[in-house]
């Protein structure tokens, strides 16, 4: 990204984010300062004077209170003509200090960042400001308050490391510099396209890009999904495909697999009446087989994570397993669809990680307090389908199945002629209402009302 591209001030991207007039900037803490600052760096306080005339900001933050889409949030400003945006003393100050009021007064936090990282002037000193901002988001985050933010030009060094990538819900506007070294420390070969939104989007880190006219839109709707805790379980969904139930259990796999059975876009797309997805496992992957985020029902907000027929990557189970630790620290009921003939199992998939991100997701699904509830609406392959089951709150569609393996695989590992596989999967058990009987699931729902979570249900526990 040329380094002579305009960047919108501070003021600019409240602005841009913010209803009108709602803006209201918090009072700042005092701090006596020697000349030229704690390094007695000459020409320091000469360069502070001339970026706050240049930019008509004391400091290189502006802190505040406003509405967004009608919700109330602080809001942090990087005001990059000052100094770069960089992180000194008096910038931990003020961010310290709209954090703490965030939690006094229970609003979430919106960052909008534009930095190049930590101010060499004050040296150490500046450095260590970025473990008091992680701080202060860490205490922010076990208040049970969401963070976002907002990634604008340039978005690097520890304020990426810090406000940027440890948010909640990460956005960013088109084209801008991401990535934790800037343009002028990035060794001589690097690929510039690397250091990008669009880039970070693709490798798991940013959960969207988002045009500067539609992000006041986007930002109102993540703060109005993430600020409604609730502490009844989602709703089973209505199934949307077969009604009838199946002979045998060849017959259930069939159904399960058949092309056109609805699957998880049809399901979210009748369940919610908005939604706003979480993309990436914040470790370098995505998953298009995992379908995440936050949507509105009946006026609450669920968070969803849903299997969508493919075979799933450790990607998509390192997502599932962030989605549901952030709605457990929102106290926001989760609401998952299991849909996949297993997990992913080629070279790649092990090579990424696939138990661990597997076990992941089991331990976040078992120590969440938020209520979990699960619907199979597909294939319910082995341990890979089983990871994203509430272990009390499973129901079953009537096209579906669950089994602890493939009946073809099965069949393979018993040395059973190919003749056999149809058989072996009557012996699996693996039809809806044998999932039942054995207690696997708790009911089978219809295809409405009065028929939804009324056939063979037995009682939680």
Same mark, same amino acid.
């Given at each position: 990204?040329? *380094?002579?591209?305009?960047?919108?001030?501070?003021?600019?991207?409240?602005?841009? =984010?913010?209803?009108?007039?709602?803006?209201?900037?918090?009072?700042?803490?005092?701090?006596?300062?020697?000349?030229?600052?704690?390094?007695?760096? $000459?020409?320091?306080?000469?360069?502070? $004077?001339?970026?706050?005339?240049?930019?008509?900001?004391?400091?290189?933050?502006? &802190?505040?209170?406003?509405? =967004?889409?009608?919700?109330?949030?602080?809001?942090?400003?990087?005001?990059?003509?000052?100094?770069?945006?960089?992180?000194?003393?008096?910038?931990?100050?003020?961010?310290?200090?709209?954090?703490?009021?965030?939690?006094?007064?229970?609003?979430?936090?919106?960052?909008?960042?534009?930095?190049?990282?930590?101010?060499?002037?004050?040296?150490?000193?500046?450095?260590?400001?970025?473990?008091? @901002?992680?701080?202060?988001? $860490?205490?922010? !985050?076990?208040?049970?308050?969401?963070?976002?933010?907002?990634? !604008?030009?340039?978005?690097?060094?520890?304020?990426?490391?810090?406000?940027? $990538?440890?948010?909640?819900?990460?956005?960013?506007?088109?084209?801008?510099?991401v990535g934790f070294a800037g343009s002028r420390v990035r060794p001589p070969d690097a690929d510039p396209a690397a250091y990008t939104?669009?880039?970070?989007?693709?490798?798991?880190? =940013?959960?969207?890009?988002?045009?500067?006219?539609?992000?006041?839109?986007?930002?109102?709707?993540?703060?109005?999904?993430?600020?409604?805790?609730?502490?009844?379980?989602?709703?089973?969904?209505?199934?949307?495909?077969? =009604?009838?139930?199946?002979?045998? %259990?060849?017959?259930?796999?069939?159904?399960?697999?058949?092309?056109?059975?609805?699957?998880?876009?049809?399901?979210?797309?009748? &369940?919610?009446? !908005?939604?706003?997805?979480?993309?990436?496992? !914040? &470790?370098?992957?995505?998953?298009?087989?995992?379908? &995440?985020?936050?949507?509105?029902?009946?006026?609450?907000?669920?968070?969803?994570?849903?299997?969508?027929?493919?075979?799933?990557?450790? /990607?998509?189970?390192?997502?599932?397993?962030?989605?549901?630790?952030?709605?457990?620290?929102?106290?926001?009921?989760?609401?998952?669809?299991?849909?996949?003939?297993?997990?992913?199992?080629?070279? *790649?998939? *092990?090579?990424?990680?696939? %138990?661990?991100?597997?076990?992941?997701?089991?331990?976040?699904?078992?120590?969440?307090?938020?209520?979990?509830?699960?619907?199979?609406?597909?294939?319910?392959?082995?341990?890979?389908?089983?990871?994203?089951?509430?272990?009390?709150?499973?129901?079953?569609?009537?096209?579906?199945?669950?089994?602890?393996?493939?009946? *073809?695989?099965?069949?393979?590992?018993?040395?059973?002629?190919?003749?056999? @596989?149809?058989?072996? /999967?009557?012996?699996?058990?693996?039809?809806?209402?044998?999932?039942?009987?054995?207690?696997?699931?708790?009911?089978?729902?219809?295809?409405?009302?009065?028929?939804?979570?009324?056939?063979?249900?037995?009682?939680?526990?």
């Open positions: 990204m040329p *380094e002579t591209r305009e960047r919108p001030s501070a003021r600019a991207a409240l602005a841009l =984010v913010t209803d009108d007039s709602t803006f209201t900037e918090l009072p700042y803490p005092a701090r006596e300062s020697k000349t030229d600052g704690p390094l007695e760096w $000459a020409g320091y306080d000469a360069s502070r $004077a001339r970026a706050a005339e240049r930019t008509g900001e004391q400091e290189s933050v502006v &802190c505040g209170r406003a509405t =967004v889409g009608g919700t109330p949030a602080v809001l942090i400003a990087f005001e990059f003509g000052f100094l770069g945006g960089s992180l000194g003393e008096r910038t931990g100050d003020r961010l310290e200090a709209a954090h703490a009021y965030a939690r006094e007064h229970r609003l979430p936090v919106v960052s909008l960042v534009a930095t190049g990282g930590s101010r060499m002037q004050e040296g150490m000193l500046a450095l260590t400001q970025l473990q008091r @901002v992680a701080r202060q988001s $860490a205490l922010t !985050r076990a208040a049970g308050l969401p963070q976002l933010a907002v990634l !604008r030009d340039p978005t690097t060094g520890g304020g990426w490391a810090t406000l940027g $990538a440890g948010a909640d819900v990460v956005l960013a506007l088109p084209g801008v510099q939104a669009e880039a970070q989007l693709a490798a798991g880190t =940013v959960d969207a890009v988002v045009r500067p006219q539609e992000l006041r839109e986007a930002v109102g709707l993540w703060l109005g999904l993430l600020t409604a805790p609730s502490t009844e379980p989602a709703p089973v969904p209505f199934a949307l495909g077969l =009604v009838d139930l199946p002979a045998t %259990g060849w017959d259930a796999v069939r159904r399960a697999r058949d092309p056109r059975r609805p699957r998880a876009q049809a399901y979210l797309d009748a &369940c919610f009446t !908005r939604r706003a997805a979480l993309s990436g496992d !914040r &470790c370098g992957g995505t998953d298009d087989g995992m379908l &995440c985020g936050f949507g509105t029902h009946d006026g609450r907000t669920i968070a969803y994570a849903a299997q969508a027929g493919t075979a799933t990557r450790p /990607a998509g189970y390192r997502t599932a397993a962030r989605l549901i630790r952030l709605a457990d620290s929102l106290s926001i009921p989760v609401l998952t669809l299991v849909d996949t003939p297993g997990a992913a199992n080629d070279a *790649e998939a *092990e090579r990424q990680g696939a %138990g661990a991100a597997i076990a992941e997701l089991f331990a976040a699904v078992a120590t969440a307090r938020t209520p979990v509830t699960t619907l199979v609406i597909g294939e319910g392959g082995s341990g890979g389908a089983l990871a994203l089951a509430a272990p009390d709150n499973t129901w079953a569609t009537p096209d579906s199945y669950f089994s602890v393996i493939a009946p *073809e695989l099965a069949a393979a590992i018993l040395k059973r002629p190919a003749d056999r @596989v149809r058989a072996t /999967a009557d012996q699996l058990r693996v039809r809806p209402q044998d999932l039942v009987a054995l207690g696997v699931v708790r009911g089978i729902v219809g295809c409405d009302a009065t028929s939804a979570r009324h056939i063979s249900p037995r009682p939680p526990g």
